[in-house]
Nanobody
Framework: VQLQASGGGLVQAGGSLRLSCAAS????????MGWFRQAPGKEREFVAA????????HYADSVKGRFTISRANGEKALYLQMNSLKPEDTAVYYC????????????????????WGQGTLVTVSS
């Protein structure tokens, strides 16, 4: 499975961006896809996840109410709509996926994901 993330860019605080993640290969085996981010000098952190089984969505507290994760119809693709962006949202955003049927308590663990995209940079200016 290969993941390709896109949609990053430079935006002013309060603005919006939409990230996309396209999956290719044996995508039928992917049960969970998510977004992580890594700011300069910081560890990679969980942002949001989507579980195909049950169509459930899960978010980090820091983005709840501002970010929305969604799926494409008919294909394994994921979107992250980011609204009310803050300078602290500045980071490289990574798309991730796994064949494992992760339980909710493990969705935030980067080690639980098997596949990673190349990352897309989001810069929010103040």
């Amino acid at each position: 499975v290969q993941l390709q993330a896109s949609g990053g860019g430079l935006v002013q605080a309060g603005g919006s961006l939409r990230l996309s993640c396209a999956a290719s290969g044996r995508t039928s085996s992917v049960y969970v896809m998510g977004w992580f981010r890594q700011a300069p000098g910081k560890e990679r952190e969980f942002v949001a996840a989507f579980r195909w089984s049950g169509n459930s969505r899960h978010y980090a507290d820091s983005v709840k109410g501002r970010f929305t994760i969604s799926r494409a119809n008919g294909e394994k693709a994921l979107y992250l709509q980011m609204n009310s962006l803050k300078p602290e949202d500045t980071a490289v955003y990574y798309c991730a996926g796994t064949q494992s049927r992760l339980i909710v308590s493990t969705l935030f663990l980067s080690a639980a994901y098997d596949y990673w995209g190349q990352g897309t940079l989001v810069t929010v200016s103040s």
